[in-house]
């Protein structure tokens, strides 16, 4: 019996399939990232949504395709975009003016001048990645694009033939 449990558990082992992960981000795709993920305490904005400036706070993740607006609450908004490589870049909003995301961010700091009322939202770019996963024989299982940070999640069953070891 002994023999058999251990004969199981190292042959569920060799059968763990193999996470590979494309090292460059590919450019994202707003329909891909139809999973829900929820960072704590943070807000994800997805599916094309609008959202107030104002509204929005650190840690919260806005994908490509949001728009974001700026009300009447303040006077401006101020937006630094921080991309993966290269120069950051800036959008200056007056009040009802928008401007909609072509990539997927996460906001890593939101402050308000109480003196000019002006917004400031510095966004951090983040990568999206392909993960493939493989059963033990090389066969791919499932392609999947999920966002820097997020956990992929295979829920299928690999397979591994009987092997004198295993």
């Known amino acids: 019996?002994?023999?058999?449990?251990?004969?199981?558990?190292?042959?569920?082992?060799?059968?763990?399939?193999?996470?590979?992960?494309v090292s460059a981000p590919m450019s994202p795709v707003a329909d891909?990232?139809?999973?829900?993920?929820?960072t704590v305490n943070a807000v994800v904005y997805q599916d094309n949504a609008t959202v107030n400036a104002s509204s929005i706070q650190v840690d919260d993740i806005l994908t490509a395709g949001t728009t974001i607006y700026s009300d009447t609450a303040v006077t401006t908004t101020d937006i630094t975009y921080q991309p993966l490589e290269g120069a950051d870049t800036y959008d200056y909003l007056s009040a009802g003016q928008s401007v909609t995301l072509q990539k997927n961010y996460k906001v890593t700091s939101r402050s308000v001048n109480d003196d000019t009322n002006m917004l400031t939202l510095v966004l951090k770019e983040m990568g999206v990645y392909t993960v493939t996963w493989l059963n033990e024989d090389g066969t791919e299982l499932k392609t999947e694009s999920v966002l820097e940070g997020t956990v992929p999640t295979y829920d299928g069953t690999p397979t591994k033939a009987d092997t004198d070891e295993y």
């Open 1 to 21: 019996m002994k023999d058999s449990h251990s004969r199981a558990v190292r042959r569920i082992i060799a059968a763990a399939l193999v996470l590979t992960m």
């Open 32 to 38: 891909m990232l139809n999973f829900g993920t929820k």
